[in-house]
């Protein structure tokens, strides 16, 4: 994966989310999400750099998604998550047949 002259072809990321404390946020959404469930979140940062005294500026910044904007507080602008109990790499073929595409 961080081969020199590799071509990644994709990553997957497993994150734990500390969900009793999300339901408050979720509103009316089942915590933890079901299969198939699809909300929106915020995956971005932004850096304040200082070299020899000068800040960087704007700050640096980066989005999971490309939205347009230097603005990571727009909603609208985040990225879709789609929950799903399928493993990575996984998917549905015909009538329910599985294909696993790690091979």
Request: glycine fraction near 10%; charge should be positive; proline fraction near 8%.
């Amino acid at each position: 994966m961080s081969a020199r002259y590799g071509c990644d072809e994709g990553w997957t990321a497993e994150i734990a989310f500390p969900w009793r404390g999300m339901k408050q946020l979720a509103g009316s959404r089942p915590v933890p999400p079901r299969d198939g469930d699809v909300w929106r979140m915020d995956f971005s940062r932004f850096e304040l750099l200082e070299f020899c005294g000068t800040k960087a500026e704007p700050h640096p910044g980066w989005a999971l998604n490309r939205h347009g904007v230097y603005n990571s507080h727009i909603p609208e602008c985040f990225s879709f998550v789609h929950f799903s109990e399928r493993r990575a790499g996984e998917v549905p073929v015909l009538a329910g047949k599985k294909r696993d595409l790690s091979r």
